[in-house]
């Protein structure tokens, strides 16, 4: 392909890897260092904070706009499939953007050799998950590929919010002092697919967490609205990446207390037998939220209005700059880094 | 994957064929079938002109909405790449809905072990593409895939433009008499890519048509703007699957001269080859347009300007209804039927 240097300025490319591995999908430092190092700069013209929605303003409305791929393995697992993770996970990005969701766009690939019953399926669990979550599908799009290729279907949603006026949300309003807000219980939609995969032997009655967060984000921005700074659906990569990205994005330190995080007995025994810190672990219907020290109590009432599970889990602080740190309850404290390698590849 | 059933009304599905076939990507018939038997009336509640843009008011914007997944089979092939495609299918989407591209999200499904130089050649072409568009590329989504999958890499992309309002468009609008205008030759882009697979011992000097519309598609609006009453890409199925969902959305019959439309030898070369029609085979980059008859020359004139193998092709009449039927030059006339079957498989 020849063609004039795209007009926005090119950062040198700092991604040095000579080919793409499974890590780079993993959502945690392998894939920024893809975004940021190769992606963003040559799309967009700089760098990017994954996972969030972007911002525009298009025909004189605010909207956010995102867009992600999904190729969980196997289609489905309990608690959800495919089709619900697609609209829940766009949907759920533009909720944490402060956005209402609005219209979303979906694109099939599609494996030749598919059983109908199957796309027909992930279909109704699209459309039930769309009018759970208040959303139109206004259009799309489908491609076949040969048999072998595409697992049955990969699925892509495009998603259109509205920027909703009570919310005003800025990692640069993030200040020492503000707490940590978490929904629920996290690791149990990433524990649920790897158990859904077979060949672990554990008696589990895990399910995904997949759900729309827009009604949780909704009653946030009418309680506290003013008060909230930041949110997240600490997807791939878990809780430990998204809580890094802040860290970084605000050069700040956020400590959590590591008896505050709940965590299910099979999803600490899924990470045990593995080696794997539950932070770590990609969740699909949860909230991480910062919120101003006065109004905290307040999120927390709104949070556990939907979820019982909710808790406070830490705050932020001054030092050690970009920099996570977990607090046992016997003193003890460990750096928690982002997600390296990809030790549950295909989650989403 | 268990719910309430959708809202919308739901209608019972006629796509009775057990399992997705290769064909049910091609464009013609079977994806027809598939998506308004299937995919729509689960999705979106009703039945859907394959290839639109939808219009959506969001936030007080009057905006059009479209999403492709690209799975094409070479990655690069001579005039163009799947980047490239990607960008400019989209763009032309909004475009043949009388609408400005404004911004385009782009997700990558990537194969493990694709060579990052590759990645990069398409991030520069993608970028190019969309500086030539004139259209920001705002965000997206990467995941990785076992190797074996995603043959180096998929790309959807999301398009969203802003609805001009010199466009007045509507299949409704058509009437008998209206002329059928074609922007320059057809079936490169089809021919080019299976050439470049390979296989087939034709020395062709061919390239790819792919490029972006809306320089075409705004010369018009500005010209012939009220004229102006369909727009269409031809790119999977062809001109000829194009002008068939012309004559069934219209109910009216479409009436083009064989020798009016623009085909190189080389393209009638393959064609003849593998017993295809050139009228069934892909373009990305030309524009079918139907226009009142006092404006086709006014609007052949613009299209002439952009390029000069625009012609006019055919005129709407009122009967046969739901036909479409190509004249020769000798008397002959030939009923021109949807593609059926998919003899150039992964073409976009």
Redesign the interface.
């Known amino acids: 392909?020849s063609?004039?240097?795209?007009?926005?300025p090119?950062a040198v490319?700092r991604?040095m890897?000579?080919?793409?591995?499974?890590?780079?999908?993993?959502g945690g430092k392998a894939?920024r260092r893809?975004?940021n190092g190769?992606?963003a700069p040559?799309?967009?013209g700089g760098t990017?904070t994954l996972g969030?929605?972007?911002m525009?303003e298009?025909?004189?409305?605010?909207?956010a706009?995102?867009?992600?791929?999904?190729?969980v393995r196997p289609l489905?697992f309990p608690g959800?499939?495919i089709?619900?993770l697609a609209v829940n996970g766009t949907v759920n990005d533009l909720a944490v953007a402060g956005a209402r969701p609005?219209?979303l766009?979906?694109?099939?690939?599609?494996?030749?050799?598919?059983?109908?019953e199957i796309?027909?399926?992930?279909?109704?669990?699209?459309?039930?998950?769309?009018?759970?979550a208040g959303v139109?599908?206004?259009?799309?799009?489908?491609?076949?590929?040969?048999h072998?290729?595409?697992?049955g279907m990969?699925v892509?949603t495009?998603g259109?919010g509205?920027?909703d006026r009570r919310a005003s949300l800025s990692a640069a309003a993030v200040r020492p002092g503000d707490r940590i807000l978490l929904s629920g219980y996290i690791g149990d939609h990433g524990c649920t697919v790897l158990l859904a995969r077979g060949g672990i032997e554990l008696d589990a009655s895990l399910r995904s967490d997949t759900r729309s967060l827009w009604p949780m984000v909704d009653r946030l921005l009418d309680a506290v609205g003013p008060a909230m700074r930041w949110m997240r659906d600490p997807t791939r990569g878990g809780v430990a990446t998204a809580l890094n990205e802040l860290a970084a994005d605000t050069d700040l330190s956020i400590a959590i207390q590591d008896d505050r995080v709940p965590v299910r007995d099979e999803v600490r025994g899924v990470c045990e037998l593995l080696g794997l810190d539950p932070l770590h672990i990609a969740n699909e219907g949860q909230l991480l939220a910062v919120v101003s020290p006065e109004a905290a109590e307040a999120a927390l009432a709104v949070l556990r209005h939907v979820d019982e599970s909710a808790t406070i889990i830490g705050e932020v602080r001054a030092a050690p700059a970009r920099t996570v740190v977990a607090e046992s309850t016997y003193g003890g404290a460990r750096v928690i880094d982002m997600l390296v390698g990809d030790p549950l590849?295909?989650i989403c």
Chains 1, 2 share one sequence.
């Not at 298009?58 to 909207?63: D, S």
């Not at 766009?105 to 109908?116: D, K, S």
């Not at 072998?148 to 697992?151: E, L, Q, R, S």
Request: aromatic letters at 2%; hydrophobic letters at 50%; glycine letters at 10%.
């Open positions: 392909m063609g004039p240097a795209p007009a926005a090119v490319s991604f890897d000579a080919q793409i591995e499974m890590a780079h999908g993993a894939t893809l975004i190769l992606i040559l799309l967009m990017t969030d929605a972007a525009a298009i025909g004189g409305a605010e909207l706009l995102t867009a992600d791929s999904f190729v489905q959800g499939s089709g619900e609005h219209t766009l979906v694109t099939l690939v599609l494996e030749a050799g598919l059983r109908t796309l027909e399926r992930e279909m109704h669990a699209m459309a039930a998950a769309a009018r759970r139109a599908i206004a259009g799309g799009d489908t491609k076949v590929v040969e072998g290729h595409a697992d990969y892509t495009a259109i509205v920027k590849p295909r």
